[in-house]
């Protein structure tokens, strides 16, 4: 079998789905893409067994076949190509796999093509349309609030729900919570799906900047996503999420309005002498002035500075993990963000002052006890 393709256009296929490759699979087929070609056309699929990506690109090729490739070698040898078109012939015997350039050739071992892991077929039991910049919001405004714990693999992943008037994205790990909120996304039966985080740094990476459609189809197992020439296909996670809607206090009597990247930038400075445990923040709101403030008994380091605020309601203080509010404050875009608090025990709500017509935005942190209140 043999096939003549653009040195760069393959490279720039396959470094799209590359990132799905792991180094120590469960499978070791799984270091390879699997090509396949078909009536001139080439389809490469790389996996990890939860996630698939699958691209496909023009080929010339008189012959149909397939056979795996190994995924480290042939990229480091196609960054190093300039740009010219090669050929590969494949060994369909000995599964080896020959790339000949202008000035060079190259010989790898290949694999067995049917050792491949077959990709799950995602019947349409469910396809909503959404674009790209809408996607990667989604994404970029959750995905940092995903946990790490793998005992509690619901909370590792976003929660989409699809309604009839909007979709709901909702990401926790227990200690903050992100809730993301489109109307201009439908869908008159409704559903809800659990996306791993992997999955979602993959499509991250992949979704091109120009700002074209996505079609998301997906049933009670996987999900699949397809934009341009690119598809990927991921196992969902088979849990409950948590009872996200409860966690979400409704009284706030408390309300304080500032300027974003001034709060932000305190933040840092002060987050420096926090508790390298902890990260502990102080916020003592009075009157019209906030008052942020950190203390390492350990080696004591302490500091404090002034920022005023837009404030009503009675004084409060209360504590917070400055990395969390570093983090959620980084991914808004607002000038100016409002806390809602009630009590210093209780969860403080997050909200961007000015927000896209088509999205509502609501970050919730639970706070730290301060030694005053112990």
């Known amino acids: 079998m043999k096939f003549i393709v653009s040195s760069s256009a393959l490279l720039k296929q396959l470094s799209s789905i590359n990132g799905v490759i792991t ?131 619901a909370m590792t992943g976003v929660y989409m729900n699809l309604s009839d008037s909007n979709t709901t994205f909702v990401s926790t790990d227990g200690h903050r919570l992100i809730r993301y909120r489109r109307v201009d996304i439908a869908s008159e039966n409704g559903s809800t799906i659990i996306i791993p985080r992997k999955a979602l740094n993959l499509l991250k990476s992949t979704l091109p900047a120009e700002n074209t459609n996505v079609t998301v189809e997906f049933n009670m197992s996987n999900a699949f996503f397809k934009f341009n020439n690119i598809k990927m296909i991921c196992r969902l996670i088979d849990e409950r999420f948590p009872d996200y809607e409860n966690v979400i206090p409704a009284e706030n009597p408390n309300k304080m309005i500032i300027d974003r990247n001034e709060f932000l930038s305190s933040l840092k400075r002060i987050a420096i002498y926090a508790n390298k445990t902890t990260h502990q923040v102080r916020l003592k709101i009075a009157g019209s002035e906030l008052q942020i403030s950190a203390e390492d008994l350990d080696f004591a380091n302490e500091a404090n500075e002034r920022l005023s605020c837009e404030h009503d309601g009675s004084d409060i203080e209360i504590g917070f993990n400055a990395r969390f509010l570093i983090e959620m404050l980084n991914n808004l875009h607002s000038d100016r963000v409002s806390f809602h608090l009630s009590e210093p025990n209780k969860a403080g709500l997050i909200i961007p002052e000015e927000q896209d017509e088509n999205e509502d935005i609501l970050m919730l942190v639970m706070p730290v006890m301060l030694n005053n209140y112990v």
Do not use: H
């Not at 023009?58 to 042939?74: C, D, H, Q, T, Y």
């Not at 369909?92 to 799950?120: C, Q």
């Not at 910049?133 to 989604?138: E, I, R, Y």
């Open 23 to 153: 180094t120590n699979p469960v499978v070791p087929i799984l270091e390879n893409f699997l090509f396949e070609i078909n009536e001139g056309k080439l389809v490469v699929t790389a996996s990890d067994l939860q996630t698939s990506m699958i691209t496909e690109l023009e080929v010339e090729s008189k012959e149909n076949g397939n056979i795996a490739v190994p995924a480290r070698i042939l990229l480091d040898t196609l960054k190093n190509l300039p740009e010219q078109p090669v050929t590969f012939s494949i060994d369909e015997d000995s599964y080896s796999v020959e790339i000949s350039s202008d000035n060079g050739r190259y010989k790898l071992a290949g694999e067995n093509a049917t050792d491949f892991p077959k990709v799950p077929n995602v019947s349409d039991d469910f396809a909503v349309d959404m674009s790209t910049d809408v996607l990667s919001s989604a994404i970029n405004n959750t995905i940092f609030a995903t946990s790490n714990d793998e005992l509690r693999p």
